[in-house]
Structure formats: structure tokens, C-alpha cells
Nanobody, 119 residues
Framework: QVQLVESGGGLVQIGGSLKLSCAAS????????MAWYRQAPGKQRELVAE???????YYLDSVRGRFTLSRDTAKNTIYLQMNSLQPEDTAVYYC?????????????WGQGTQVTVSS
């Protein structure tokens, strides 16, 4: 069973930065992709950034240029560096991993970490 553990959320002022971490319980090479989603109160969960095992990284238009995905395969961890944070970035951020090699295909989620941006 796969576990994803997020950390790095918190309270930050407008224009500040945070770095989120998502540690997986097994090698991230087992996943077809890993991603960060976010959900603000009263709104739908949305894809923020996705890091496929192969291929190009995806970023939501509103975060492109401010957020950056990276990974450390030795630590089974992906990161989301968030710069120039705005109030609209306030949400619970969730780590996601997909594995299409399993039957049935698996979709794993972390517990979420709160990001709050204030003036």
C-alpha cells in the first residue's frame, strides 16, 4: 500500500515563498505521474502542477512562472517551490500519485497541507 506524506504548508505574507514536500513510501519510478492539486473552501479541487515519469511538466496557467516542480528520486520525494504567493493561492494542497501498472490502476492521495497567504 502506497502512502504519501505532505509537509511545508503554513501562513505566509503576500509575495512570500513556501516549499511543499511529498514523500512517497516507495520509489517514485513506480508512478506514471505525481502531481499537486489544491482545493479552496467552496471550490473544486484543481490540478496545480504535474510531473510525469517521462515527458514535460505541466503547470496551471495562474501559477506558471511562480511555482516550480522538482524531485529527488533517492528520497522518493517531489517538491513544489511556490514563489510570489498571492491570496488566491490559499488552499489545502494535496499530493497525488498515479500508477497505471497496477490492476486496477491506482490513484493515491496525501492528507493535504494548508497554505494561507495574507497581507
Amino acid at each position: 500500500q502506497v502512502q504519501l506524506v505532505e509537509s511545508g504548508g503554513g501562513l505566509v505574507q503576500i509575495g512570500g515563498s513556501l516549499k511543499l514536500s511529498c514523500a512517497a513510501s516507495r520509489t517514485i519510478f513506480n508512478f506514471n505521474s505525481m502531481a499537486w492539486y489544491r482545493q479552496a473552501p467552496g471550490k473544486q479541487r484543481e490540478l496545480v502542477a504535474e510531473y510525469p515519469l517521462t515527458g514535460s511538466r505541466y503547470y496551471l496557467d495562474s501559477v506558471r512562472g511562480r511555482f516550480t516542480l522538482s524531485r529527488d528520486t533517492a528520497k522518493n520525494t517531489i517538491y513544489l517551490q511556490m514563489n510570489s504567493l498571492q491570496p488566491e493561492d490559499t488552499a489545502v494542497y494535496y499530493c497525488n500519485a498515479k500508477n497505471r501498472n497496477e490492476i486496477p490502476p491506482s490513484d493515491y492521495w496525501g492528507q493535504g497541507t494548508q497554505v494561507t497567504v495574507s497581507s
